[in-house]
């Protein structure tokens, strides 16, 4: 009992609002329940560090102690000389004329900046090192088979042309193992800088997180950002390969004529990978009236064109300024239920009534190139190796799957999780999207549904936690050039962005979007929302 006589305050679970609150996560700053840990774990959209609510750290700092006036605390810090300083500092001439500061502001300031710089680090500059490596990891398997080819061939030749060039046969096999020796070596080099990279953006990751943890603001006023370097990536290695051209046998001129190796040439060129940050407010460009009722579908044919399509049976092709260049009617006149656009610039359309999947070809003639039975397809989309992924429902609707076609032939199915459970619920709202790594990313129903290119389950999405917006309603679904999955939530009237992997990154939702359904990205990271009533097209920049 409070010996004052104080009411006791019953401190409430921030979730549920009824239970008496037990523990407290660290990294959300949310008070729990015993009942809604359980519940608040399962969040796999950020990391969770949950202690009992008494032993919780505290969120204030402390000032520093002075290094040079030990009896001193620094209250304020010296913008010229970016250190904390005491009244006695002060009072000295060394920072007369100086602007000064709040020292625990300023330090609050930095470990915004730092948590930022570590959610970077984790989320997008570390994978895309890891890519990297793993490529490289790929070209040093592929070097075995290339120089292994090289060698049967001439080896070939040189038994054609029986023991007398025998010694010919030897040295340029000798030329092949030196090259192949300074391509490895090179390579080596190569793994050993980004690996070395790697692991110094590891132990930035640590060290950050033991800063941010610790509450140390010695440490935290001595760190130096480091996001900068890391940004630089490392550059590709351009090869050419040497090949071997054998000649016709002329015994009168086997030197000549034996044939020769190309050299190996190894030069550098400006990565193929690029990070983007996001843009702290992203940025409405264009609004392109399509003259649609109710607008789905928006799919880019290039930088400067888009597809798309309604409730109707005709869809329309315009460019940035609104401007109508082309319309296709369904051979059926069927509504088409999908749009998309193959990497050779043909537009693909699902029709669900008639089965099929069809292609438009650039002459607007229309070619059927698969027919179902027992099945109906609703969603398509384009693969980088050329192939359809295409979502079906069952005649039944009892089942759901996506298949994978290499033009008329179905070369994958993906419908059952290792444990034979099905992967995707039942229903005819499968959007679906392949990403740069070769994820593929269906919506279905309220969640977001990603599998490894095998068809392995990688992991579901089903909303971010918040307290202004209403339940995940997501729609359509794109990815971008930094392997970022973008879905449309139509309740919300908003965009939400994950990196590769699931996590949460922001939502977009400054840009007037009504009901917005359709998405697709262009080359350049340009994010085209297609607006369900209003029937515009809205360019929005986002990186």
């Known amino acids: 009992m409070d010996p004052l006589g104080r009411a006791q305050v019953l401190l409430l679970c921030d979730l549920c609002q009824t239970a008496a609150l037990q523990s407290h996560c ?73 602007n000064l500061s709040d020292v625990l502001q300023k330090i609050s300031t930095k470990i915004k900046h730092m948590e930022k710089e570590l959610k970077e680090l984790e989320t997008r500059i570390y994978p895309i090192y890891e890519e990297i490596a793993s490529g490289i990891n ?9 120089y292994s080819k090289l060698t049967t061939a001439i080896t070939k030749q040189g038994e054609d042309w029986h023991r007398e060039i025998n010694i010919i046969v030897n040295k340029q096999k000798s030329e092949i193992d030196e090259m192949k020796t300074k391509h490895l070596a090179t390579l080596h080099e190569h793994e050993k800088e ?40 490392p550059p590709d290695l351009k090869v050419t390969l040497p090949s071997f051209s ?11 004529m034996f044939g020769s190796l190309s050299a190996l040439t190894i030069t550098t060129e400006e990565c193929s990978y690029t990070i983007k940050p996001l843009l702290n407010e992203p940025e ?45 009617k369904t051979k059926s006149g069927n509504i088409p239920r999908d749009i998309a656009v193959t990497r050779s610039g043909d537009l693909v359309y699902t029709d669900c009534d008639a089965r099929t999947v069809n292609i438009v070809k650039i002459n607007k003639q229309i070619q059927e190139v698969i027919r179902l039975q027992g099945w109906k397809p609703y969603f398509v989309c384009g693969t980088s190796s050329g192939d359809l992924l295409v979502t079906m429902v069952s005649d039944n609707k009892k089942q759901s799957k996506v298949v994978r076609y290499s033009g008329s032939t179905e070369k994958q199915t993906i419908q059952y999780d290792s444990e034979g459970k099905p992967l995707y619920l039942s229903g005819d709202l499968k959007y679906i999207s392949e990403n740069r790594n070769l994820d593929i990313c269906v919506v279905d129903a309220s969640a977001v549904v990603v599998v490894n290119q095998a068809g392995k389950l990688r992991f579901q999405y089903t909303g971010y936690p918040s307290t202004t917006k209403g339940l995940f309603n997501p729609f359509d679904i794109t990815t971008d050039s930094q392997s970022q999955i973008l879905t449309t939530d139509c309740d919300n009237n908003c965009i939400h962005i994950l990196d590769q992997d699931g996590q949460f990154l922001r939502y977009i939702d400054n840009c007037d979007l009504q009901l917005p359904h359709g998405l697709c990205v262009d080359t350049r990271d340009n994010l085209f929302v297609a607006e369900y009533f209003s029937g515009k097209v809205k360019k929005i920049k986002y990186m």
Not at 138 to 146: A, D, P, R, S, V
């Open 194 to 233: 980004v690996k070395k990279i790697i692991s110094e953006v590891k132990q930035s990751i640590v060290d950050l997180k033991k800063i941010l943890d610790s509450n140390d603001v010695s440490l935290t006023s001595a760190y130096k950002f480091r996001n900068a370097d890391f940004r630089c990536l």
């Open 138 to 146: 790929t070209k040093k398997e592929n070097l075995e088979t290339h």
């Open 284 to 328: 409405l460009i264009t609004i392109i009236s399509t003259g649609y009722v109710l607008l789905t579908s928006v799919t880019c044919l290039s930088d400067e064109e888009i597809w798309t399509r309604s409730k109707n049976k005709i869809m329309k092709l315009y460019n940035l300024k609104g401007k109508q260049l082309k319309s296709i």
């Open 246 to 256: 054998p000649h016709q046998i002329n015994t009168e001129q086997l030197k000549q």
């Open 26 to 98: 660290e990294h959300c700053q949310i008070n729990l329940c015993t009942a809604c840990v359980e519940g608040h774990l399962s969040d796999s959209s950020k990391r969770h560090n949950v202690v009992l609510y008494k032993h919780r750290k505290s969120a204030t700092y402390n000032y520093p102690k002075c290094p040079n006036h030990t009896q001193n605390h620094c209250e304020l810090s010296c913008e010229q000389c970016d250190i904390p300083v005491c009244s006695t500092c002060i009072s000295t001439c060394k920072h007369e004329g100086h």
